[in-house]
């Protein structure tokens, strides 16, 4: 039995209108001072301006960061960092996307410990006190929500950095799904096939453990059973819910366990060519669990049959080539490209990416051992 160090530090409060808890919340930790960390998407949806009311009615002057970007950038947390010390907060709150907790946590990381984003590519890297945070998420996705990392691009070589210090995790994390509603439904397409990846990728890395697997394999259950029904009714409430709640467990999978190829994959090429990041994932993943399942195919068979015999897969037979046409499926359901080809990516650039994506940290997890060689023919095969 693999040992492992399970220490959960985020408090899950879930259900319909709980955003109205965040006043609450944030007062029991002490903050009479906030500082909202969202996007002008969720703003305009009218997401922030509820918690930022539920704030209020709680007593906590509150100052809203609402000029991020998707992928936050270094110069994102810097223009965030200048209201942190032009209001002083107690505490951060992230309203929005995997965009905006990320950019929380990366303010959080240089307003409590000085310096620049870079300081802090790696793990361990705080050696501060960071204020209390809490997230609110509005897709169903990332689950940053329930992992102490942070994933920031250098705005000048475009770089992913991942930062990762326990002392990041939010204190708590709201889980409403009348908030994810309103995603326009490439964003849901987007947001959904990143969370199903996390669920089969901390599922096989070389660092699964019993904590993790526990979390992604309802996470599975999770995400494969209700994806394509929020895709077909994206007002069924009882699926966004799944949804949210499975991006939750996957983040709490990956926090025990970490990714693999398909992340390492899948970084170059937003990267180099601007590929939403869930896109990127939608092309390399069946190709992935394809080449794993030439080794490690009893260990996507367990997951599949939920350790009870009965299949966890909708559609197809469960077995590895079933879970590969599957993902593809979804993909292709949700309006997704399937091919390297299709998103205009250069044959001749292959091997570029191929080194690049050896570098990326979650390569070192995937259970087949990748180089450069696996790599670029992973992404011949997507081609």
């Known amino acids: ?24 919340l944030a007062s029991e930790m002490g903050a009479r001072r906030a500082l909202v960390v969202s996007d002008p998407g969720v703003v305009s949806a009218g997401h922030t301006a509820k918690g930022i009311a539920a704030l209020a009615r709680a007593g906590i002057e509150t100052h809203l960061f609402g000029g991020l970007h998707e992928n936050p950038t270094t110069d994102d947390v ?109 964003v849901t397409a987007l947001t959904g096939i990143d969370a199903v990846s996390h669920a089969l990728e901390s599922w096989v890395t070389t660092r699964r453990n019993p904590a993790s697997l526990a979390f992604a394999r309802e996470a599975w259950r999770l995400l494969a059973g209700n994806f394509l029904s929020v895709l077909n009714d994206p007002a069924n409430l009882d699926a966004r819910g799944a949804m949210q709640l499975g991006a939750s467990f996957a983040g709490m999978a990956i926090e025990n366990s970490m990714l693999g190829a398909a992340h390492a994959l899948a970084n170059p090429l937003t990267t180099a060519y601007g590929i939403p990041h869930g896109q990127a994932i939608a092309v390399m993943l069946p190709h992935v669990v394809r080449f794993n399942g030439e080794e490690f195919r009893a260990w996507y068979l367990d997951l599949l049959s939920g350790g009870n015999g009965d299949t966890l897969l909708p559609g197809p037979g469960g077995d590895v080539t079933g879970l590969v046409d599957f993902i593809s499926d979804l993909a292709a359901k949700a309006g997704l490209e399937t091919s390297l080809a299709a998103l205009d990516v250069e044959k001749l650039r292959l091997p570029e990416l191929a080194q690049e994506a050896a570098k990326q940290w979650t390569s070192r997890f995937n259970p087949r051992k990748v180089e450069e060689a696996e790599l670029l023919a992973l992404y011949q095969a997507a081609f």
Not at 1 to 24: C, N, Y
Not at 89 to 112: H, Q, R, W
Not at 120 to 131: E, I, S
């Open 78 to 186: 810097a223009a965030g960092l200048k209201v942190a010390q032009r209001h002083e907060p107690e505490i951060l709150v992230a309203i929005g996307g995997g965009s905006s907790m990320d950019c929380a946590k990366g303010i959080n990381f240089v307003y409590t410990g000085g310096g620049e984003v870079k300081d802090y590519w790696g793990t361990g890297k705080a050696l501060q006190p960071m204020l209390p945070m809490i997230a609110v998420p509005t897709t169903a996705g990332t689950g940053s929500e329930t992992q102490s990392f942070a994933l920031i691009s250098d705005s000048k070589t475009h770089v992913k950095m991942a930062c990762g210090d326990k002392k990041a995790s939010f204190r708590a994390a709201i889980l409403d799904p009348q908030l994810t509603v309103t995603q326009p439904p490439r």
């Open 1 to 24: 039995m693999s040992p492992f160090d399970f220490q959960p530090r985020t408090r899950i409060v879930f259900g319909p209108g709980k955003i109205d808890a965040l006043g609450e």
